[in-house]
């Protein structure tokens, strides 16, 4: 899992999208038969990182909120901790993509949520 999480992340990172989904698909089929939430959330981040390179922050602040509810309260802290960090990073990369075109009040809550994470 840990393979396939760094694989999606790297791929995302140099641009090559399409393996990259493809990396954060097989991973998550792996941990979707897992008991272990950390594995749960990582998959998250890695899925979550494809959406935010592709310029989707919106996209992964759901995946990661969704994850979070879901596994988050029984992931060990390191592992909230890093979903939480990726979540904010999210969240921030909306409000920086709003840039003047959203509203004061939605660019204020996506800031307001990013620094709850």
């Known amino acids: 899992a840990e393979l396939l999480r760094m694989r999606t992340m790297t791929l995302a990172e140099v641009g ?16 979707a038969l897992a008991t272990d939430p950390g594995l749960a959330l990582a998959a998250a981040q890695a899925l979550g990182a494809c959406f935010e390179r592709i310029g989707d922050p919106w996209q992964a602040a759901r995946i990661l909120e969704r994850a ?3 596994h988050g309260p029984s ?4 592992e909230r ?10 969240l921030l990369g909306a409000h920086q993509r709003l840039g003047d075109v959203g509203s004061e009040a939605e660019r204020s809550e996506l800031l307001a949520r990013a620094v709850r994470h």
């Open 75 to 78: 992931a060990s802290p390191r």
């Open 16 to 31: 090559r999208q399409a393996e990259a989904f493809g990396a954060a698909e097989m991973l998550a089929r792996e941990t």
């Open 68 to 70: 979070l509810e879901e």
């Open 81 to 90: 901790v890093l979903a939480e960090v990726a979540q904010g990073t999210c």
